[in-house]
């Protein structure tokens, strides 16, 4: 098997960052693609495959991560982006995938979509019905395309997990769509593993259309009832109404819940569907052993516990650096970039330094002015933005690629950087960085900074606005960071940019 390349496309999402050790640990060679490399290197595995940028709407770059392999994982999706089409941006990744392994001679594709039946009297979501769409083009190409449909996968960090697990935690009492009573069909992300693998080593799956789904078939009322019994937590209250509709649904679940807005309408919307396994044939030819849906909350709720995460929804996030942060251009170019910096000397141990810097964040808060810090959290779920979602994989080292409150992680060199992409919703981009720069023994300069690329006079009002709040809280976060790191501090912060 280890000559056997196989391509993994979306390696670095839910299910992609579970699969890539699985197969490595089958003897494949992998090769992981991904918009940033740097984000595959981070990840446990990413020295034992071979890592490639690979862009869904680049057709050529798709062309190149195809040469020389013998199969490839879709997994990949674009329902999580607010304001855009996904289901147009999932068609165009569908066929330019369609042109690339024709080109490159692609044997075999196996994607993983979405279960429901398109019926005139219940016509399937906007998220289902492109799911189907996809599995449909990626069959126009010369490769043998094996889909498997799923219903909700039952993992912990899984969207569907977290949504529940949320929901049911906080509120004793829902006031819900219709849709609580309809069937579904849950499946552990163990066993969805486990087809995955086991179709590539099945040819005979090669060129059918498989649903996967878990033992047990319960409506959603049933699920929440389960789950509330498996946690420990007394049951859950429903009053369906049928004026309640998903996207007022939508809004409130991104308030309770840290599921952004735009994944929760499009999970909330297929709601409606009932997502049952009709064909059962995957049974025979990959025979697992399934979990039941009592048995996988349990063991997300175990994982979910002792932080041992592997991955995570939020795992799905650009980590490439945004090209105006890194451009060079002299002033005179024009264009308007805002900038804004303090550091400060400190007389101390280094490491200690940079153990409280990478520990930002999440729980331990941004060591100045938390309720500031939530309230902006808070304006940005309003705004149907990620909000505060915290540390998903425990308090160690952020990686690249890792979401971090609402940032994405885009570099982390330990002991010298920690930079952060801003994912709120801005009338703009923003960056901000955490440096040390060692001088003499036990003497380190730290510095933090921010940079903003304004969106027309919005973004320019936004700036200024900020401006006095950014300045009381940068200077009071570098010296909590040093009395939490236990270093003296040389002078009181100095503005630097």
Known sequence: MADRRILVLGSTGYVGGRLVPLLLERGYAVRAAGRSVDKIRARSWGDKVEAVQADMHDSE?????????????????????????????????????????????????????????????QPLSKHLRSRAEVGRILTLGSARVTTLRAAQIIGSGSSSFELVRYLADRLPFMITPAWVRTRTQPISVRNVLGYLAGCLENEATAGLTLDIGGPDVLTYEELFHLYSEVAGIPRRHFLPLPFVTPRLSSFWVSLITPVPMALSRALIEGLRNEV????????????????????????????????????????????????WASADDPHYAGGTRFEMGYKARLQGDPDKVWEVVERIGGERGWYYGDPLWRLRALIDRVLAGPGRRGRPHGTGSPRVGDALDFWRVLA????????????????????????????????????????????????????????????????????????????????????VV
Request: with cysteine.
């Open 61 to 121: 770059a798709l062309k190149r991560a195809c040469e020389g392999c013998s199969a490839a994982y879709y997994l990949v999706h674009s329902m999580a982006k607010p304001g855009r089409d996904f289901a147009e941006q999932e068609r165009d990744a569908a066929y330019n995938m369609v042109r690339a392994a024709t080109h490159s001679g692609l044997e075999r594709i196996i994607y993983l979509g979405g279960l429901g039946e398109d019926r005139a009297d």
């Open 276 to 323: 049952i396994c009709r064909d059962e044939r995957i049974r025979t030819l990959v025979p697992l052993e399934l979990l039941s849906c009592r048995e996988a909350i349990r063991r997300a709720l175990e994982k979910t516990e002792q932080q041992a995460v592997e991955t995570c929804l939020f795992d799905v996030g650009s980590a490439c650096m945004p090209e």
């Open 412 to 495: 982390s060199d330990k002991g010298r950087r920690l930079l952060l992409l801003a994912e709120m919703r801005l009338p703009g981009e923003a960056l901000l960085e955490f440096r040390l720069d060692p001088l003499w023994e036990k003497t380190v300069d730290l510095s933090m900074t921010a940079k903003f690329l304004p969106r027309g006079l919005t973004g320019m009002l936004y700036w200024y606005a900020m401006y006095p709040f950014h300045v009381i809280l940068f200077r009071n976060i570098i010296e909590n960071i040093s009395d939490l790191a236990g270093t003296h501090l040389y002078e009181p912060p100095r503005r």
